[in-house]
């Protein structure tokens, strides 16, 4: 999946709800599947009777949901917490408590170590035991200093709430739906199997509620969310064993959904059927995250990612073959042991082959307990940053031109935000694109016909023309 940059989220309050008592405020650090989280965490504790706010200073109760893919996100993640024990501190004196939570993979991997170095905070959570929020709550409340990182034997989706009505809603017109989580892949550079453990499906029943229930709310867009999201899998209403190709053709079959995504796949788990969705389904849109870390044989080999660049290059072919109109995105790393100028160059050669619309790219970074921590030839900090500015400066390049070559074209825009401008609304395009308009007559989420009339480095600009 990829990183957003930190949110906070602003869990609308539901009519009826009460507006007196107790307040959260959640501050969302790293991929998408925190976002969902922190919804869902949000939800749970609303049927407690916590309001959610984004003001921090009203917040009873502060959640910071963590992410530990690389060294600087848990960085962040202990000034945060330095900020937060001053507040603490001057809350006790007028006699206010504040609660402090971690949540998330930081809250995974470090566990009470946590609250060694944080004396101020409250609980630590792991990803895994979310269900469990109000429970770990009221112990903290009574005092104790509560550490929940053990893999739950119970399905906590069994027990989050399902996403209610009237917060949907106001979360707008697309979502997240968690359909898988965790990893099995054991990439040496990568901590996730260790922080979102071994990897589970959801069952399809339970998938297929949730998205009627979030369609039936007023989203159009749902975005199918796992770390190997590919490799979902499950027992389907006709008996057979199901791959993430037939999920989607019977969420398509949803009326009033309009438009589905899916982050993030490893290229070994895109299989015929999935290819075949591509194809079929004009609900699934045309873009495809599709990460490939290195375009050297050696260094894919290094990280474990079984396969090489050619199988890789071969895959996105045989997609495109099938769907000529995909955007392709993906993730990069430099500078991972032992990476020499020589494979940084297959890196450039596999970028400039593929031809990406967007990508995420990141200098290597030691995360501690992975099998890349223990390799030799590190590479030096000043080299890593020279290879990331001209990899980037490519992929920014590339995005440019993608962009560059959607104006004139004719889009099916999905309207989702109000713009800078009055008057102005701002949706996406088939290929994530955030795309400004002058809509008037139009609503949020209305899928309206338009035109692309430029393209700033961010976002285009398009006018409206009818059906
Ligand atoms: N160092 C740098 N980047 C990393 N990623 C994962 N682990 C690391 C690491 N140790 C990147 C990968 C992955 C994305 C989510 O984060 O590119 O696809
Ligand atoms: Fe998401 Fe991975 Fe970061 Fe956890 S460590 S929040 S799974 S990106």
């Given at each position: 999946m990829s990183e957003q940059a930190p949110t906070l989220t602003v869990a609308p309050v539901a009519p009826g709800e009460a507006t007196a008592g107790r307040k959260v405020f959640v501050k969302t650090y790293g991929c998408q599947m925190n976002v969902y989280d922190s919804d869902r965490?949000?939800?749970?504790?609303?049927?407690?009777?916590?309001?959610?706010?984004?003001?921090?200073?009203?917040?009873d109760l502060v959640l910071l949901n963590t992410c530990h893919i690389r060294e600087k996100a848990a960085e962040k993640v202990y000034s945060e917490l330095g900020r937060l024990r001053d507040m603490k501190k001057a809350r006790a004196k007028d006699g206010?408590?504040?609660?402090?939570?971690?949540?998330?993979?930081?809250?995974?991997?470090?566990?009470?170590?946590?609250?060694?170095?944080?004396?101020?905070?409250?609980?630590?959570?792991?990803?895994?035991?979310?269900?469990?929020?109000?429970?770990?709550?009221?112990?903290?409340?009574?005092?104790?200093?509560?550490?929940?990182?053990?893999?739950a034997i119970e399905d906590k989706f069994e027990h989050l709430p399902a996403p209610d009505r009237a917060r949907t809603r106001a979360r707008g017109v697309t979502a997240f739906l968690t359909v898988q989580e965790g990893c099995d892949k054991f990439c040496t550079f990568c901590v996730v199997p260790y922080t979102r453990g071994a990897e589970v499906s959801r069952p399809v029943a339970q998938i297929v509620a949730e998205a009627e229930r979030l369609v039936a709310a007023g989203v159009r867009e749902i975005t199918l969310l796992g770390q190997n999201v590919n490799a979902w899998h499950g027992?389907?209403?006709?008996?057979?064993?199901?791959?993430?190709?037939?999920?989607?053709?019977?969420?398509?079959?949803?009326?009033?959904?309009?438009?589905l995504r899916y982050t993030t796949s490893h290229p070994r788990d895109m299989d015929e059927s999935l290819i075949a969705a591509h194809r079929d389904l004009p609900k699934l849109m045309p873009y495809l995250h599709l990460p490939v870390q290195t375009g050297s044989d050696r260094i894919?080999?290094?990280?474990?990612?079984?396969?090489?660049?050619a199988e890789y290059i071969a895959l996105i072919e045989r997609i495109r073959a099938v769907q000529p109109d995909l955007a392709i995105s993906g993730d990069f790393i430099v500078g991972f042991p032992g990476e020499t100028d020589e494979d940084f160059e297959d890196t450039l050669r596999l970028v400039e082959t593929v031809g990406y619309a967007q990508a995420f790219s990141f200098k290597y970074s030691i995360?501690?307990?992975?099998?890349?921590?223990?390799?030799?030839?590190?590479?030096?900090?000043?080299?890593?940053?020279?290879?990331?500015?001209?990899?980037?400066?490519?992929?920014?390049?590339?995005?440019?031109?993608?962009?560059?070559?959607?104006i004139g074209r004719g889009i099916d825009l999905l309207l989702e935000k109000p713009g800078r401008m009055p008057g102005q609304l701002v949706g996406?395009?088939?290929?994530?694109?955030?795309?400004?308009?002058?809509?008037?007559?139009?609503?949020?989420?209305?899928?309206?016909?338009?035109?692309?009339?430029?393209?700033?480095?961010?976002?285009?600009?398009?006018?409206?023309?009818g059906a």
């Amino acid at each position: 999946m990829s990183e957003q940059a930190p949110t906070l989220t602003v869990a609308p309050v539901a009519p009826g709800e009460a507006t007196a008592g107790r307040k959260v405020f959640v501050k969302t650090y790293g991929c998408q599947m925190n976002v969902y989280d922190s919804d869902r965490m949000t939800d749970t504790l609303a049927r407690d009777g916590y309001q959610t706010t984004d003001v921090l200073e009203e917040a009873d109760l502060v959640l910071l949901n963590t992410c530990h893919i690389r060294e600087k996100a848990a960085e962040k993640v202990y000034s945060e917490l330095g900020r937060l024990r001053d507040m603490k501190k001057a809350r006790a004196k007028d006699g206010r408590a504040l609660t402090i939570g971690v949540t998330g993979c930081v809250a995974q991997a470090e566990g009470a170590e946590i609250l060694r170095r944080a004396p101020a905070v409250d609980l630590v959570v792991g990803p895994q035991t979310y269900h469990r929020l109000p429970a770990m709550l009221k112990r903290a409340k009574s005092g104790e200093r509560v550490v929940e990182t053990e893999y739950a034997i119970e399905d906590k989706f069994e027990h989050l709430p399902a996403p209610d009505r009237a917060r949907t809603r106001a979360r707008g017109v697309t979502a997240f739906l968690t359909v898988q989580e965790g990893c099995d892949k054991f990439c040496t550079f990568c901590v996730v199997p260790y922080t979102r453990g071994a990897e589970v499906s959801r069952p399809v029943a339970q998938i297929v509620a949730e998205a009627e229930r979030l369609v039936a709310a007023g989203v159009r867009e749902i975005t199918l969310l796992g770390q190997n999201v590919n490799a979902w899998h499950g027992a389907g209403p006709d008996g057979g064993e199901w791959g993430l190709g037939n999920l989607l053709r019977r969420l398509s079959q949803i009326e009033g959904l309009a438009r589905l995504r899916y982050t993030t796949s490893h290229p070994r788990d895109m299989d015929e059927s999935l290819i075949a969705a591509h194809r079929d389904l004009p609900k699934l849109m045309p873009y495809l995250h599709l990460p490939v870390q290195t375009g050297s044989d050696r260094i894919l080999k290094a990280m474990n990612r079984r396969h090489t660049a050619a199988e890789y290059i071969a895959l996105i072919e045989r997609i495109r073959a099938v769907q000529p109109d995909l955007a392709i995105s993906g993730d990069f790393i430099v500078g991972f042991p032992g990476e020499t100028d020589e494979d940084f160059e297959d890196t450039l050669r596999l970028v400039e082959t593929v031809g990406y619309a967007q990508a995420f790219s990141f200098k290597y970074s030691i995360r501690p307990g992975t099998p890349g921590a223990q390799m030799d030839g590190h590479v030096a900090e000043a080299v890593k940053a020279e290879r990331l500015e001209r990899l980037q400066d490519l992929l920014f390049r590339q995005q440019r031109a993608f962009a560059a070559g959607c104006i004139g074209r004719g889009i099916d825009l999905l309207l989702e935000k109000p713009g800078r401008m009055p008057g102005q609304l701002v949706g996406r395009s088939p290929w994530l694109q955030p795309v400004n308009i002058d809509a008037k007559g139009s609503e949020i989420g209305d899928i309206i016909r338009v035109r692309i009339t430029d393209a700033g480095p961010n976002s285009l600009f398009a006018e409206a023309t009818g059906a």
